[in-house]
Structure formats: structure tokens, C-alpha cells
């Protein structure tokens, strides 16, 4: 690995046609030649399900109601989706419908399913984080994506590894509440930052839950109205279940303390979830984790295929003065959604939680006389659990269990999490390195063109 790495591939970690050369299988006989759909056993519809079909079509048993009714959740799929084909007029077909396990989602992941979407799952890696190595699935459909993280890795295992630290590990939920008056919503505010109060209400919000364990308490007022942001550790889980049931807990309580308060919504936005904010950039959200590794010279120029000056001075005036002339909240990064997002789907995260879970800052700077690079990416918001949701599914678990952090920790509750969250920066770290040097030496635009597009007729291909 050592070696220079002499492969003309813009993207650098992208094999060339002759790496990926394997043998041929042998070519099938008429006998065995049989579409990979016909393996599969096909879900044929009865006269009673034709029956239900049509009361579908016609409104008399709603969609939503068919796992109920049936019992059975692969039948209920198979109905719902015939029924929207004759109701919209549209073909399915190339949405599959079998080998998917639909009990697993029922009630927690999805309702009404007609089927399910594939995402290729790529391997980057291995990464050298904190003396361990970890090979990181990807599930992405954008093309240099994985090859561009993977030579990432590469670059900082050849230089000896990255190291993180957890900075903060704690889930937020933020109620509003109404008061007649500001005086009386400030009161309350008062009352719950007071530290003579704070062990009365811990105990009242970790009675709901043994993992959930209140940290502290922010509020801020915006008139008679009082936004509540209570910050909690939740195990292994992303948490946000854990820190309602015990935002509620709290709110019973303090009905007694303040009738007159009147709660708006469990939720009043100051979390803040699945939105750029600010609080969350300053303050923190699920696990804040800070990442960071020292470039060889001599890797810089021969796997990134760029220099450290060059390097240095792109991510001044891209990373921090261009995201500051756009006014970014938390962007100041080349890509980190990108690689945010792909883990997030392959290990059954909520994918709409990278919004706030990519707010990263990225530096870089010329260390050892100006000889290698530092590099560091800082991310105050990853939110990420091992334990419930889309966690649990197959695929997902599967991915986890490659990075060693599948499901909760009996040794040590919260570490699968943890170390899940550092894995995430870790990888982010590598695809930053990845997509500025490539900025940096003029390749982006020739490596997407190479790698990124389809060789397919497209108009063959839709129809």
C-alpha cells in the first residue's frame, strides 16, 4: 500500500477495467437459462383475493387496513399493490415485491408497503480509526462516491490512522409551553434551571425509561411562550422515543407546580430534529465527535495526487470563506452529507436525521514545517443508534454486524452507539480528504464523467 499508487483513474481508488477482471461463469445451457425473477416463488392471487381487490379498487375496505384483516402482512402487500395498479393505471413491475420479509416492519417501519427499493451496498475501506480497523458500507446510487471515500481510507492508513473522541453523547427534545403572561413563563424558566430543582426532576424523567438519564435543561422565551430543551443520554438507541416518553413524565409533573401552563406541543422545534438549526451546531445533538489524522507528505503526493500547500488553501477559501459568503449553517464541508447519508442507509438510520447529523467543519493545516497535513473534521450532531427502527431489519443489521456495533452493548450501554458515531466521522474524514484533493488537482469533473454515468440507452431502458 506503500506504493505509489500509478493508476491513471481520477477518482484513484477506482479500479481500472483489468483490476476487476474476474473468470467468466460458464455459459448456461438452454435448460438453465431462467430469468433470476422465475427463481423466485411468485405470489399468485386467488378468487378471494381478486374479490378484495376490488372492494380496494372501490373504496369499501381501505388500503391501511389489509394486515389487519388478512393476518397475513406478504398477501396484504401483494393486494395493495395490484389494487394501486388497476386504480392508477400504472405498472410496478420494476418494484420488487418478493423476498422481503414484511412482518419485520410491521407497526415500527412502514405502513401500506407495496414493495421494496434496492440500493447497492459498497465497501470502503479498511479504515484505520483508533488502532481498529473497519471496513464502512455505503448504500448510494451516485457513482465515485464509495471509490473516492475508499482511497480516503487509504491515504490515512498508509499515514498511520485516524483518532476520535466522543465529545458529548446526548438526545434533545424541546416542548413549548404558553403562560398568560411572560413573568409567568419566565418563572418557569427560572424554576427548571434552578440546581436545587434539577435531582427532582431527573428522577421524575429517568423513571420512564433504564437508559434514559436526564443531563440538563435550556430554555429560552420568546414572549409568553417558554421552549423547554431537555438533553438526555438514551444507550445504545438514537433515543428520540426515550427522551419523549420522559419529556412527558416531566410535563405531568410540572402541571401540578404550574396549572396555568398551558403545553402547546411536545415538540417546539428549539430539539431541533431534522432541520438546520443553529442550536444544534452550537449545542450539540446525539453524539458530538471530533475526528482527526496527520497526512504523510509523501501520501499526499502519491495516493491524493495533489500537495498539502494546495490542499491547505483550497479548504481555507471553499471550506470556510466560500461557506460563509453562502451563509451556511454548519456547512462548512466539502461533502460530508454524502457519506453521512450512504451510512445512515445501509445501517438503518433515519435518513432525514443527515440534515443535521452532516453539520461538520472541516480544517486542514500544513504541520511538521510545513511538511504534512493535518486534517480534522468536527460534527456536533451525529444522530445514530444500533438498537430499534430501521436497525433491526436484515440488510441493515447485517452492516452493522460488519462494523462490530450490532445491537445494544451489555458491557458498556451507549458504546455501540458511540463508537458508531466516531466510525461515521472517521469515514467523513476520508471522503473530505478524498473530494479536496481531487478539487485540488482538477480531477473532479473528468472522474464523474468516467464513473458516474450510465452506458445504457437510457430510452431502451425505460421502456
Not at 422465475?38 to 381487490?53: C, H, K, N, Y
Not at 427548571?192 to 429560552?220: H, M, T, W, Y
Request: glycine share 8%; net charge neutral.
Amino acid at each position: 500500500m506503500n506504493k505509489e499508487d500509478s493508476r491513471s483513474a481520477p477518482c484513484a481508488a477506482a479500479l481500472t477495467p483489468s483490476d476487476c477482471q474476474v473468470a467468466s461463469p460458464k455459459p448456461k445451457s438452454k435448460l438453465d437459462k431462467i430469468d433470476d425473477a422465475d427463481q423466485l416463488p411468485a405470489f399468485t392471487l386467488s378468487e378471494v383475493d381478486e374479490e378484495i381487490i376490488k372492494s380496494v379498487v372501490e373504496g369499501k375496505i381501505p388500503s391501511y387496513s389489509l394486515e389487519s384483516k388478512l393476518g397475513d402482512t406478504r398477501r396484504a402487500a401483494a393486494i395493495r399493490r395490484e389494487a394501486l395498479q388497476r386504480i392508477s393505471g400504472k405498472s410496478l413491475s420494476g418494484l420488487p415485491l418478493e423476498g422481503f420479509d414484511y412482518d419485520t416492519i410491521l407497526g415500527q417501519c412502514c405502513e401500506m408497503p407495496v414493495g421494496y427499493v434496492q440500493i447497492p451496498v459498497g465497501i470502503a475501506g479498511p479504515l484505520l480509526l483508533d488502532g481498529r480497523e473497519f471496513s464502512v458500507p455505503m448504500a448510494t446510487t451516485e457513482g465515485c462516491l464509495v471509490a473516492s471515500t475508499n482511497r480516503g481510507c487509504k491515504a490515512i492508513y498508509v499515514s498511520g490512522g485516524a483518532s476520535s473522541v466522543v465529545l458529548r453523547d446526548a438526545m434533545t427534545r424541546a416542548p413549548v409551553v404558553r403562560f398568560g403572561t411572560a413573568k409567568r413563563a419566565a418563572d418557569l424558566k427560572f424554576f427548571l434551571e434552578d440546581p436545587l430543582n434539577f435531582e427532582a426532576l431527573s428522577l421524575v424523567f429517568n423513571s420512564s425509561s433504564r437508559f434514559g438519564r436526564l443531563q440538563s435543561i435550556k430554555c429560552a422565551i420568546a414572549g409568553k411562550n417558554l421552549y423547554i430543551r431537555f438533553s438526555c443520554s438514551t444507550g445504545d438507541a438514537m433515543g428520540m422515543n426515550m427522551v419523549s416518553k420522559g419529556v412527558q413524565n416531566v410535563m405531568d409533573f410540572l402541571d401540578k407546580e404550574f396549572p396555568d401552563m398551558d403545553v402547546i406541543g411536545i415538540s417546539g422545534n428549539y430539539c431541533s430534529d431534522k432541520k438546520p438549526a443553529a442550536v444544534n451546531w452550537i449545542e450539540g445533538r446525539g453524539k458530538s465527535v471530533v475526528c482527526e489524522a496527520i497526512i504523510k507528505e509523501d501520501v499526499v503526493k502519491k495516493v491524493l495526487k495533489t500537495t498539502v500547500e494546495s490542499l491547505v488553501e483550497l479548504n481555507m477559501l471553499k471550506n470556510l470563506t466560500g461557506s460563509a459568503m453562502a451563509g451556511a449553517l454548519g456547512g462548512f464541508n466539502a461533502h460530508a452529507s454524502n457519506i453521512v447519508s450512504a451510512i445512515y442507509i445501509a445501517t438503518g438510520q433515519d435518513p432525514a436525521q443527515n440534515v443535521e447529523s452532516s453539520h461538520c467543519i472541516t480544517m486542514m493545516e500544513a504541520v511538521n514545517n510545513g511538511k504534512d497535513l493535518h486534517v480534522s473534521v468536527t460534527m456536533p450532531s451525529i444522530e445514530v443508534g444500533t438498537v430499534g427502527g430501521g436497525t433491526q431489519l436484515a440488510s441493515q443489521s447485517a452492516c452493522l454486524n460488519l462494523l462490530g456495533v450490532k445491537g445494544a452493548s451489555k458491557e458498556a450501554p451507549g458504546s455501540n452507539s458511540r463508537q458508531l458515531a466516531s466510525i461515521v466521522a472517521g469515514a467523513v474524514l476520508a471522503g473530505e480528504l478524498s473530494l479536496m484533493s481531487a478539487l485540488a488537482a482538477g480531477q473532479l469533473v473528468k472522474s464523474h464523467m468516467k464513473y458516474n454515468r450510465s452506458n445504457k440507452d437510457v430510452s431502451k431502458a425505460s421502456s
